[in-house]
Structures are given as C-alpha cells and as structure tokens.
C-alpha cells in the first residue's frame, strides 16, 4: 500500500498568509494526488485534483503542484473560511490512501 | 442536485452487524466508481473501500473479511454491510463519488452528510 505523509500536522497563521503544506508518496504516483478541505462537523470538500488542477468553484488562491513523490499545497491569501484541516489522498491505486491532515489554525 | 444521502448508521454493540446505505441522486451509482470513507472522533480520514464501475470490489485491510460493498442499481444506493463490528470501528461513515474527472485522474467530488456508527457495548 502507499503511505501518504503530510506536513506540518498543525500551523498557525494569520489571514492574508500565504501557507503551503507538503504530501510525501512512500512511491512515485505521477501526479494522481487529490487534496482535500474539512471544516469541523461537516463532510471534505474536493479542492484540487491531479495534483494541480482546480475543482470546479474552488477560489484561485488555492492550488498545488508536484509529481513523482512530492507535492504542495498553496493558500496564496489566507481567508478567515479557510481555517479547516487539509487532506491529501492518492488515486494512483487502491487502497486510495489519505495522508493524516494538516490543521490550520488561526494565530 | 446532485447528492448523496446516508442513513444506517447507530449504535451497536461489539461483535454486531449493521448495514449503511448511501442513496444517490442526479448521477448513477452503477456508472461511477464509490467510496467509503471514515472518521474516527477526533482522528483523520480513513478509506474503506471502494466498488468500481465494473463491479470490481476493494478494501482496506482493516476490514477486510467483515465489510462488504455493494449497490442496487434499480434504487440507485450504495451499500456497506458491516459484520464483526469491533470498538475501533466507530466513526462517522461518509459515501463519496470517486469521479474520473479528466486525464488528470480521479477525485472524490461528492459526498454524503455522514452517518454515525458507534460500537458499545
């Protein structure tokens, strides 16, 4: 199975920083790498897919990039609404393993 | 809209059995590839299986042997029957669309509300 290893596993920032949290693959799954938003109670929210590309009505200060093993993550502004906690999860192959999230925080 | 709903979900004591269903609507479950997906309290997200377009089953090694993925194509619902149910199987269950998107791969664009699963005794 892959092991998907994010970091940090907690931030503090403030709004308007820009943050990035990185995914590491325990092997190479081109760019098939999905992230993923949860606020506390509710259901994750598709942001990003294909490591880079933007689901349908995520805001353009989310994005990400990377292949092979290692990806990131951007908020270029942070928003009050984006303090959540971030997932990211392989569709290389089944079992679709999710890293174990970032929480962002305010500081 | 295009939605998932859950229910089955409830409290169960160890060694019980218990079966959630996901009811789709606006897209068909048997064109699509379906997860399951779950949350223990206070932890991370944890896949559990999927059932492919094809019919092709997979799951996690924590469950595998006692959780078994289905769907009624007729009713357009998913299905997760849980067998053996033990204490760290307690979570919140989410269905989710696992949706070949484009070129770039797939992603899991739609979820349910979630449904809580609690094994007590």
């Known amino acids: 199975d892959i092991q998907m290893t994010q970091s940090p596993s907690s931030l503090s920032a403030s709004v308007g920083d820009r943050v990035t949290i990185t995914c590491r693959a325990s092997?190479?799954?081109?760019?098939?790498l999905n992230w993923y938003q949860q606020k506390p109670g509710k259901a994750p929210k598709l942001l990003i897919y294909?490591?880079?590309s933007l689901q349908s009505g995520v805001p353009s200060r989310f994005s990400g990039s990377g292949s092979g093993t290692d990806f990131t993550l951007t908020i270029s502004s942070l928003h009050p609404e984006d303090f959540a906690t971030y997932y990211c999860q392989q569709s290389y192959s089944t079992p679709r393993t999710f890293g174990q999230g970032t929480k962002v925080e305010i500081k | 809209e295009v939605q998932l709903v859950e229910s089955g979900g409830g409290l169960v004591q160890p060694g019980g059995s218990l079966r959630l269903s996901c009811a789709a609507s606006?897209?068909?479950?048997?064109?699509?590839?379906m997860s399951w997906v779950r949350q223990a309290p206070g932890k991370g997200l944890e896949w559990v299986s999927i059932?492919?377009?094809?019919?092709?089953?997979y799951y996690a090694d924590s469950v595998k042997g006692r959780f078994t993925i289905s769907r009624d194509n007729l009713k357009n619902t998913l299905y997760l029957q849980m067998n053996s149910l033990r204490a760290e199987d307690t979570a919140v269950y989410y269905c989710?669309?696992?949706?070949?998107?484009?070129?770039?791969?797939?992603?899991?664009?739609?979820w349910g509300q979630g449904t809580t699963v609690t094994v007590s005794s």
């Open positions: 092997q190479s799954i081109s760019i098939y």
């Open positions: 989710a669309r696992d949706l070949f998107i484009d070129s770039r791969g797939h992603g899991m664009d739609v």
């Open positions: 294909g490591a880079s």
């Open positions: 606006e897209f068909s479950v048997s064109s699509n590839y």
């Open positions: 059932i492919y377009s094809g019919g092709s089953t």
